[in-house]
């Protein structure tokens, strides 16, 4: 008998692949995929292309999954003057009814589905292909592997606490649904997986896919290599990337490590230039740009896109932090809050991501950091960056930290300094000069800085290259770091809640609370902590 998860519901049905905002419009009984779909290679090719096309929405990459990681950490705040948007969450107290909550894991696992689908037609999907091409067959199939391992990952991130909460990862993670739905004759219902086997999966996913996907990192259309696919679909690079990142998640430091050697070592990939940072970070398909989701002027999330939440043409809502904003306090002092802006020194270019200005709203906030990573409220034509190449230093960085302190390998060490602090150079002019990011002198820990403060150094470097991209609150939540979160901006409400991670409650409002319809409606679902 045939079975549709309840997880996904009639919502979440699979959607077919189109150029348009329309087709994520189109009601359930039209959009069921069914094989009949995967008997040419053209719908094969829309169905692998409407998985990007799920990937753009509000309440995945075009802005919630960007959003939610920096508000929910020391990044960024609120507004004072602003709508109804992420209210709970600046100020911590988002509940398991909260549509953003809601919105995304249905997006989410909408993903999910159409992967299964397209994974579990790959037979059907060679059938068709003509000798010349197999070889996309594969790679269409590699693809919605990547990608299903990268959209369970997002849910981990979001939806449970890190795979080091337990000792053999045995606590919840998120349902795992990895087979195809078919109709809605039968209805099961999914409980939760641990968190082990659903990384377990992802890493399946990974092997899945790199052993699909073109071995030179080639996307190929129709047949042929197109490379203007090559940053905006997943390639055998990016989806390297997407290993890294996993494996510094899983404090997986060899595999780590590994990956992000392979990704740099395929050069094809360059870093931005200290000049040319800030423009080249807005210019799609860069070449720092390892993976970014694609919009053009007639598919983007409009006045819903990042760029509309941050501009002040626009919602102008989002503010960065800044030590000073801060008025009165619950449990945190000013020494125990050390704002974004603060992060930077004068001369780092990154800096200007979050320049100083004024909130563009009667009553609004005055001198305070103003998001400009993503500026583009016209034609919306800014990718969201999603994997870029300066996180592949970081990683392999970091790995090979952990790694050295672990074995008292001063070579490895070495090797560390020089990734971290060759993104220090590209950002920064006065780098070797200046103490708080400066170059460091010596092999920590027997060097010029202890081996904990340079573990310390390499996450605040992180904060400061991906501001504003989704990755704050992760890194917090994986290495268990206390932090402080400000609630609002710079008036006399504003206020710092400390999150220490040795308590109970750090990851009661660090990770997300899982949609209350699920929980209502599934018997087997089990809520997070604290909701």
Request: net charge positive; hydrophobic share 40%; glycine share 6%.
């Amino acid at each position: 008998m045939k079975k549709i998860y309840s997880i996904i519901a009639i919502s979440g049905m699979l959607l077919m692949a189109s150029c348009s905002k329309d087709f994520l419009d189109v009601k359930p009984q039209q959009s069921v995929l069914t094989e009949d779909v995967f008997k040419q290679m053209a719908t094969s090719r829309a169905a692998v292309n409407g998985l990007y096309s799920l990937m753009q929405s509000y309440s995945y990459y075009g802005r919630d999954a960007m959003v939610i990681p920096e508000v929910l950490s020391d990044n960024a705040t609120r507004s004072v003057r602003s709508g109804n948007r992420y209210t709970g969450m600046n100020t911590v107290t988002h509940t398991a009814t909260d549509a953003n909550v809601s919105r995304m894991w249905s997006q989410m696992y909408q993903v999910v589905t159409n992967t299964n689908a397209i994974i579990a037609n790959e037979a059907s999907i060679k059938n068709v292909a003509t000798p010349l091409e197999q070889a996309e067959a594969a790679q269409l199939v590699g693809e919605a592997y990547a990608i299903r391992a990268m959209v369970y990952f997002d849910l981990m991130k979001f939806f449970a606490r890190p795979l080091n909460f337990t000792s053999d990862g045995s606590h919840l993670g998120v349902p795992l649904v990895i087979k195809p739905i078919t109709n809605i004759t039968d209805v099961v219902y999914p409980p939760r997986n641990t968190a082990a086997e659903v990384y377990a999966q992802i890493d399946k996913d990974i092997t899945e896919a790199l052993s699909r996907l073109p071995t030179n990192g080639n996307v190929l259309s129709n047949g042929s290599v197109n490379n203007t696919l090559f940053k905006i679909r997943m390639n055998r690079f990016s989806t390297l990337a997407l290993r890294a990142r996993i494996a510094i998640y899983k404090s997986d430091w060899a595999t780590a490590a590994d990956a992000a050697n392979q990704v740099i070592a395929s050069g094809r990939y360059t870093l931005y230039s200290f000049g040319s940072m800030l423009q080249d970070f807005r210019t799609q398909n860069s070449a720092e740009s390892l993976f970014e989701v694609a919009y053009n002027t007639n598919d983007n999330p409009g006045v819903d896109s990042y760029a509309y939440l941050c501009s002040q043409q626009g919602y102008g809502e989002m503010l960065g932090t800044r030590t000073s904003m801060n008025s009165r306090s619950t449990g945190a002092t000013l020494t125990t809050f050390r704002g974004l802006y603060e992060a930077y020194s004068a001369t780092d270019i990154r800096r200007e991501f979050i320049a100083l200005g004024n909130r563009n709203s009667l009553g609004g906030e005055t001198n305070v950091p103003l998001p400009v990573k993503y500026i583009n409220i016209s034609t919306y034509m800014e990718n969201t960056k999603v994997l870029r190449f300066a996180e592949m230093y970081l990683v392999r960085g970091e790995a090979n930290a952990r790694l050295a302190v672990a074995t008292n390998n001063n070579a490895l060490l070495t090797s560390s300094l020089s990734d971290i602090n060759l993104i220090r150079k590209s950002r920064d002019t006065a780098s070797a000069t200046r103490p708080y990011a400066a170059v460091l002198t010596g092999t920590p820990p027997t060097g010029s800085i202890s081996a904990t403060a340079y573990l310390d150094s390499i996450i605040v470097e992180r904060r400061k290259e991906f501001a504003f991209e989704g990755q704050r609150l992760f890194d917090l939540n994986r290495t268990q770091t206390n932090f402080v979160k400000i609630s609002s901006g710079g008036n006399a409400t504003s206020r710092l809640i400390q999150y220490t991670a040795t308590t109970s409650s750090f990851y009661q409002r660090t990770i997300l609370p899982i949609p209350v319809t699920q929980v209502q409606n599934n018997p087997q679902m089990v809520q997070n902590p604290g909701f």
